[in-house]
């Protein structure tokens, strides 16, 4: 456990002066602040592949089996005289779900943020054990390192779907990716889940014990209250995919049969008898279903946050909000069903899925209408940051709203596996999850890096990529419903769907558009780390603690004493007041009331 | 080529954006630019928020108008496709009006209440009433529609044995479709991957003992007698596919060791499908599209593409691996007679054996 993390009892001892080297300050370092940064790093790098696969198999899906140089440059011997080959279109697939929604929006986006906030939020020194923060990193970057050299295996990476479902992830025979690809695809996610756990186990602990003196639960960021359920949903299912993945790999090297059972496969038998592929379908999704609110619920977090801040307001219906982000996490553990309608699962246990997975909207929809309530008589301030918040909120609900039609299992049945679902989920939850990943950047990149970033380029960034998301995917709905499948490499043996070729095209134009501009935000994250504008201390004008400690990044965060928390995280345009804020650690005036909230 | 030429564009583009950006922001060099909005960037954006409203209407619109005519709405052949339609044109109207109201306030707001120096923002940071009529609305709306879903579903998904359905295996393997019919005792002989033998032609493994098996039929087109209730029985030998039946409403897993089911009646046959005045019109449409798509085939001295005409079709939709994109099978929804004479023709089991 690291010494600056002492708590409630203060101590005067700030003069942490440990001697630094290089490796322990910027490489194997135990500060929270520069995890985070090297947590955004790693993802960001992560991102930039998964963005650049989709653009290729994007092209292919508009232009299929044309030649490209970009193919041709790219993929090497995969893509051969530029005409992409169809298994590593399904492995480009695979991979960009896997990238995406692990490396980039669970440890890109809650490893940066939780890392980055938990401590600064809540006014501790550190996290609880700054060794075993370090070490999840490491195991981070170690698993994003094997999932990329995964990538140039011989016989083709994993793509078998982000999903794997066996036998045809466990079968070589039965698809090149499924040998070594899929070796080191299981390899790389059961360290990662390792990493993950680590992380989570010290976010919850942090958060618990770590508080300031007067930061009571109920006084938390709800940000925070994001983080810490977030950990504990992570703590709860990610176990149960690493066992799913184990079993697999037992079935994949040593002859057990937990998912397999009376495959004939390139013209013999093979022994496995008595598994079943449903079997996995339920482990996978027990996580994977609660995987998508460990995605989205640091997002909703992070946008509540600016929202508020930006808006000179408190959150509106700041208990309604916890309320709902623990109603959405007790359901997410208990809908993972609606993935598997059609999967042979009794149609019973298909009705009580429905239930449970249509209850989900309510919470949802409060928190949306909690968010515009908070935008009304504001006085907003269209920093980036905000508007990748008002983004979000526009994305989250019109992703959001046709979980109605997939969670409904009659429904499901016809759009099932086809391009209505992958419209829905990347609205929300990929986008919205992205668009609150950016927001947070936006919005913390001074306490990150003691510098602005480009507001004028952040607007373009915004604004460019805010049009390309929905051009993607808006169409993408009705292609769906017109029952065209996923996954396919190439729809032209599909007369049927000749006239749908050209949505398909528009799509293409604006992930590319949307995909290059993103070059936009890079150049403006990295060239502002060296050459951006000096942060002042609050630059945002925020009440949360964070913006208390000093610009330039100290161990332990603080010089002096740890701040003391006198109210709630929202004391926007309190009447009563000469500024528009008032922070958490400015005692309540005399006979000044703290809301009941 | 178009693609590369496309990326080319997309990159000059960006770099007279970028180039504009960095002139905007030598301009303003002399100013003390904290990048921190001011009320000029505040009235910008918040125009653009108006004028992004007006993109998502418009684009909702235009994908309406111009792709609304889902081919997958309105054509059901199926005797449960109508019930399925109307739920998810119910869903989708409340979709389409929750979508318009909120998105409209959000946009509207972030419009409106646009910072402004000096102003102070109204202190407002809950209401019980307010948050309870929110809560109670989706309740309401989320309840009829689970009724009314979960109905749907339980009819669909309730296969009622006692109006003797015509009984269908549906084989699935890399990367093609077997069909299988239980013969004129109408029931299908055991089966097992581990009995197939090829040398002996039995690709699907039936067990060649069982009095039941030596009628059965199999073939690779599936034809089905209109008006008669269908009960598949889904099995795979390899991985798992999906048999997806889009203009019936219908789909199931095919699952490695296991059996799996989905029963319906099919209520168009195939030639009247082709004649309904939807369908001339999309026959119309696609086949302009590829007169157009074979000119440069024919410039090459390649074939043309053929003329299109419509067909029922069973896709694969699960990934199953490298030819997924390509594993259908073609449907023939036909009059009783038309079938009973298309499965006379066929050869039973017992004599596609080889010896």
Known sequence: MSAHADTHDHDDDHGHHHKETFVTKYIFSQDHKMIAKQYLITGTIMG?????????????????????????????????????????????????????????????????????????????????????????????????????????????????????????SALPMAQGGSGMGMTLWLVSMAIFIASSLLGSLNYIVTVINLRTKGMSMTRLPLTIWAFFVTAVIGVVSFPVLLSAALLLIMD?????????????????????????????????????????????????????????????????????????????????????????????????????????????????AVKAFNWITTLWKGNLQMNPAMLFSIGFVSTFITGGLTGIILGDSALDINVHDTYFVVAHFHLVMGISALYGMFAGIYHWYPKMFGRMLNKNLGYIHFWITAVCAYGVFFPMHFIGMAGLPRRYYTNSNFPLFDDLANVNVIITIFALIGGVVQIVYLYNFFSSIFFGKKAVQNPWKSTTLEWTAPVEHMHGNWPGDIPHVHRWAYDYSKPGHDVDFVPQNIPLKDGEEELQH | MTALLTIIVLVFILVAIWQMVKIFDLAQAKNENTQVA??????????????????????????????????????????????????????????????????????????????????????????????????????????????????????????????????????????????????????????????????????????????????????????????????????????????????????????????????????????????????????????????????????????????????????????????????????????????????????????????
């Open chain 1, 252 to 364: 994949r090297s040593f002859g057990t049969s937990f998912f397999l059972s009376d495959i004939f496969i390139q013209g013999e038998v093979l022994h496995y008898q008595g598994g079943s592929p449903v079997l996995f379908e339920h482990l996978f999704w027990f996580l994977g279903h609660p995987e998508v609110y460990i995605v989205i619920l640091p997002a909703m977090g992070l946008v509540s946050e600016i929202m508020a801040s930006n808006s000179r307001k408190p959150i509106f219906g700041y208990r309604a909000m916890i309320a709902s982000i623990l109603a959405i996490a007790f359901l997410s553990t208990i809908v993972w069903g609606h993935h598997m309608f059609i999967s042979g699962m009794n149609p019973f246990l298909g009705s009580v899925f429905t239930f449970t997975t249509l209850l989900i909207a309510i919470p949802s």
């Open chain 1, 48 to 168: 930039v592949i998964g963005v650049l696969m989709s653009m290729m198999f994007r092209m292919q899906i508009a232009w299929p089996e044309e030649p490209n140089v970009l193919f041709e440059a790219l993929l090497g011997k995969w893509a051969p005289d530029g005409v992409m080959d169809a298994d590593i279109y399904l492995a480009l697939v695979t991979i960009h779900g896997t990238i995406m929604v692990f490396f980039v929006l669970t440890a890109g986006l809650s490893g940066t943020f939780s890392n980055l906030l938990i401590p600064l939020q809540i006014g501790a020194r550190d996290m609880a054990s700054g060794f075993l923060n370090m070490v999840s990193y490491w195991l981070f970057f170690l698993s994003s390192i094997i999932m990329v050299i995964s990538l140039f295996v011989e016989a083709g990476p994993a793509a078998a779907g982000w999903t794997i479902y066996p036998p045809l």
């Open chain 2, 38 to 355: 001011t009320d000029k960037d505040n009235t910008m954006n918040a125009y653009l928020m108006m004028g992004f409203l007006a993109f998502i209407y418009i684009i909702t619109i235009v994908c309406f108008v111009k792709w609304g005519d889902l081919p997958l709405m309105s054509n059901s052949a199926s005797e449960h496709g109508p019930t399925i339609d109307n739920l998810m044109i119910i869903s989708m109207v409340i979709i389409f009006i929750t979508q318009t109201i909120t998105q409209f306030l959000l946009h509207y707001f972030a419009y409106k209440y646009k910072g402004e120096k000096g102003k102070k923002a109204l202190f407002f940071a809950d209401n019980n009433k307010l948050e309870a009529i929110w809560t109670i609305i989706p309740v309401i709306v989320l309840a009829g529609l689970i009724i009314y879903g979960l109905n749907t579903w339980i009819n669909i998904m309730g296969v009622d044995e006692s109006d003797d359905p015509l009984v269908v295996e549906l084989y699935a393997q890399q990367f093609n479709w077997k069909a299988r019919y239980g013969g004129a005792d109408n029931t299908l002989g055991k089966a097992n991957v581990r009995l197939i033998d090829i040398d002996r032609a039995n690709i699907l493994g039936l067990d060649e003992s069982d009095p039941n098996a030596q009628d059965d039929v199999i073939t690779t087109e599936l034809h089905l007698p209109v008006g008669k209730p269908v009960l598949f029985k889904m099995r795979s030998q390899d991985v798992l596919h999906s048999a997806y039946m889009p203009h019936f409403r219908a789909q199931m897993n095919c699952v490695p060791g296991m059996i799996t089911q989905f029963g319906f009646t099919p209520t168009v046959t195939t030639v009247a499908m082709r004649e309904t005045p939807q369908m001339q019109e999309k026959i119309k449409r696609i086949n302009n599209i590829r007169v157009e798509n074979s000119k440069p085939l024919l410039a090459k001295g390649e074939d043309p593409l053929e003329s299109y005409e419509f067909d029922y079709l069973l896709l694969c939709n699960k990934i199953c691996g490298k030819s997924h994109y390509n594993m259908q099978m073609k449907i023939v929804v036909e009059t009783q007679e038309e079938y009973d004479a298309w499965i006379k023709e066929q050869k039973e089991f017992k004599n596609s054996l080889v010896n």
